[in-house]
């Protein structure tokens, strides 16, 4: 796939099936984030926790869902990959470089033909459950700045007004 199809392609999926994705998958969509753009190159800061365990993940889903109780943040993703980063030397620094490496990381998967979803929910869920922080193995002096679902889709979602700019733009030439 070329890139701005898979740019195009990439949306967001709330219904996974069990199917995982391989483990050669999964290397190149991490690799894809690590080569993301990071604030003053401080990859040092960054921390890719990749989680397949189905006890940690129903836990994950749990605390996230305390927010919106009976409901499923996860959505059923077979893969979790949490995103730690020590606090940022500009502020809010981690947060947008927690969107650099994500979004890099959706678009490999679309060009994979694997599903995702940028999960700001998951992190939540994480980042307030001091005993899930443990078991996540977010290092001393970290925080999780972001998580991404990835898996199939069991169900088809559609990606809305795909095609079609959805952020106003102003040229200024
Ligand atoms: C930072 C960020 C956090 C998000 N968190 C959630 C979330 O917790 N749960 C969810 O269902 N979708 C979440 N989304 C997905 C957005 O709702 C989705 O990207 C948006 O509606 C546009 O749809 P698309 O991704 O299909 O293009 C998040 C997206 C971003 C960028």
């Known amino acids: 796939m070329n890139t701005l199809d898979a740019i195009n392609a ?3 999926s709330r219904a996974f099936s069990d199917r995982q994705i391989s483990d050669a998958d999964l290397e190149k969509i991490l ?12 990859f040092h800061s960054l921390k890719l926790i990749v989680i397949q365990c189905p006890d940690l993940l129903k836990a994950i889903d749990e605390s996230s869902a305390k927010m919106r109780p009976g409901s499923h943040p996860l959505y059923g993703a077979p ?6 980063s020590t606090k940022g030397f500009l502020e809010n620094i981690e947060w947008t470089n927690a969107g650099c490496v994500i979004q890099n990381m959706m678009v490999a998967a679309a060009d994979l033909g694997i599903d ?24 001393e002096g970290m925080t999780c700045v972001g998580t991404v ?9 559609k990606k809305p ?9 102003a040229y200024i030439k």
């Open 161 to 169: 007004k795909a095609d079609e700019q959805r952020i106003e733009v």
């Open 149 to 157: 679902a990835l898996g199939y889709e069991a169900q088809e979602f």
């Open 31 to 42: 690799f894809a984030g690590g080569q993301a753009a990071v604030g003053g190159g401080a």
């Open 10 to 12: 990439r949306h967001s």
């Open 116 to 139: 995702s979803l940028y999960l700001w929910m998951a992190m939540y869920g994480i980042n307030n459950d001091p005993e899930l922080v443990k078991r996540v193995g977010i290092p």
């Open 79 to 84: 893969t979790l990959v949490a995103l730690a």
